[in-house]
């Protein structure tokens, strides 16, 4: 079992950053892969960013240049650096890990930016 608790989020006005945080912990050892989802209005979760055990992250087309995933490995924290923050990012955030053919949630983070 991995345990997801993210923090970070708040309300932002246009152009300004947040940095998100993602505590793991429990079954550490099992997690290939990290990532940041935003749900959108149909309730579905678009994948943000992602990193993996080797380093390697990946990001949605729209926050490209602007967000930056990290991990700490020493705190097992990924975080999602936001910067030039637009209406359109707001939303709940959630962490996902994922390994042996599992995946955890956060409890997710809301993120405000307002025009």
């Known amino acids: 079992q991995v345990q997801l608790v993210e923090s970070g989020g708040g309300l932002v006005q246009a152009g300004g950053s947040l940095r998100l945080s993602c505590a793991a912990s429990?079954?550490?050892?099992?997690?290939?892969?990290m990532g940041w989802y935003r749900q959108n209005p149909e309730k579905q979760r678009d994948m943000v960013a992602s990193?993996?055990?080797?380093?390697?992250?990946n990001y949605a087309d729209s926050v490209k240049g602007r967000f930056t995933i990290s991990r700490d490995s020493a705190k097992n924290t990924v975080y999602l650096q936001m910067n030039s923050l637009k209406p359109e990012d707001a939303g709940v955030y959630y962490c996902a890990a994922a390994g042996r053919n599992l995946i955890y949630w956060g409890q997710g983070t809301q993120v405000t930016v307002s025009s």
């Open positions: 990193i993996t055990r080797g380093g390697s992250t």
């Open positions: 429990g079954d550490i050892d099992s997690i290939n892969f």
